[in-house]
């Protein structure tokens, strides 16, 4: 009797093995990635005197009615200042990987009443966007700190609308001293088939922002070309 039990454990959970959908294999980042140091970039009073918010929104294209998302959202503050930009028709989607940044983040949505932000959490190789949602999807000092590029940007272009921009926002310097340097940023979202449509360096010390659009359909991950860092 226990031989047959066993045996019809061991068919079943072979059965349950062969149904569950295999996951995709995605490259490993062939470079240094910065740690999740905090969730504070800066004061945002030192923020607003370098005017970097006003000057990326612009630069990005947001206009009121747009649906954004803020990916790494940290303490809301392009968060709040996308709202602001997108206006009560508009829509902004915060996220964090860390719940109680998350939490942190809900507080001060609902302290601020800003009726027009949604606010969810992610996980680290996969930001959990809703598919084909937003015009402009922000990545602002924090792409360095993503353990899995490929994976996490396999994921996050699907949120893209037709016409859609992922906007980076980093800093030109090597990627453990939390920056990334603009032509490897450029090589490995074009791993993704997004391709870079618009440069500009900022104010504020080295920072730069990028823009990119779909340029094709996504690769499979197993296609997924990683690129060499060209700083150690």
Known sequence: MWNRRAAAALILGLAACRAEPSQPQFPKAE?????????????????DRVGEAEQVIQLAGVKPGMSVAD???????????????????????????????RDSLSQRVQREQLDNVAV????????????????????????????????????LRDALKPGGL?????????????GIPPQQLRCELAALALQSAHFEELPS???????FRSAGPKPEPSKIKPCRSERS
């Open 71 to 101: 990916v790494g959202a940290g303490e809301g503050y392009y968060t709040v200042r996308l709202a602001r930009t997108v206006g009560p028709k508009g829509r902004v989607l915060a996220e964090d990987i860390m719940p109680a940044v």
């Open 166 to 178: 992922v906007i980076v926002v980093d800093s030109n310097r090597a990627t453990d001293r939390h």
């Open 120 to 155: 969810k959490l992610g996980s680290p190789d996969n930001p959990m966007l809703p598919q084909q949602s937003f015009d402009r999807v922000f990545l602002v000092h924090m792409y360095h700190e993503v353990q899995s590029p490929y994976a996490f940007l396999w994921h």
């Open 205 to 211: 010390s080295d920072a730069y922002l990028m823009a």
């Open 31 to 47: 470079r240094k990635v910065s740690p999740i140091v905090g969730d504070a970039f800066s004061t945002e009073d030192a923020r």
